[in-house]
Nanobody, 125 residues
Framework: VQVVESGGGLVQAGGSLRLSCTAS????????MGWFRQAPGKEREGVSA????????YYVDSVKGRFTISRDHNKDTLYLQMNSLEPADTAMYYC???????????????????WGQGTQVTVSS
């Protein structure tokens, strides 16, 4: 299994980025996926998650209204559209996957088995 993120970079406050993630070795239709982030000196934080069929979408309060998670089953790709970025969004962003839905705590990193190496997002003020 290989989870690979892309799309990070340096952006000014108020700007936008779109992260992408693929998970080879897993059946895309059978996995719940999520985005997590970790800033230096801070714990890993669940940012957003999406259920198998893409109906259930979850967001941490700090990104609601600014970030949008989606998945394309034709391309087997997960996305995170990030708008109105703030310096507080600066972190390493990780994509994660798990087999089957987990509704109890979809933003809990312990619920996910497969992880990417991360992509850095830096927002300058």
């Amino acid at each position: 299994v290989q989870v690979v993120e892309s799309g990070g970079g340096l952006v000014q406050a108020g700007g936008s980025l779109r992260l992408s993630c693929t998970a080879s070795g897993l059946t895309f239709d059978d996995i719940q996926m999520g985005w997590f982030r970790q800033a230096p000196g801070k714990e890993r934080e669940g940012v957003s998650a999406i259920t198998l069929g893409g109906i259930g979408k979850y967001y941490v309060d700090s990104v609601k209204g600014r970030f949008t998670i989606s998945r394309d089953h034709n391309k087997d790709t997960l996305y995170l559209q990030m708008n109105s970025l703030e310096p507080a969004d600066t972190a390493m962003y990780y994509c994660a996957a798990r087999r089957g839905n987990y509704y109890a705590s979809p933003l809990d990193h312990l619920a996910y088995s497969y992880w990417g190496q991360g992509t850095q997002v830096t927002v300058s003020s």
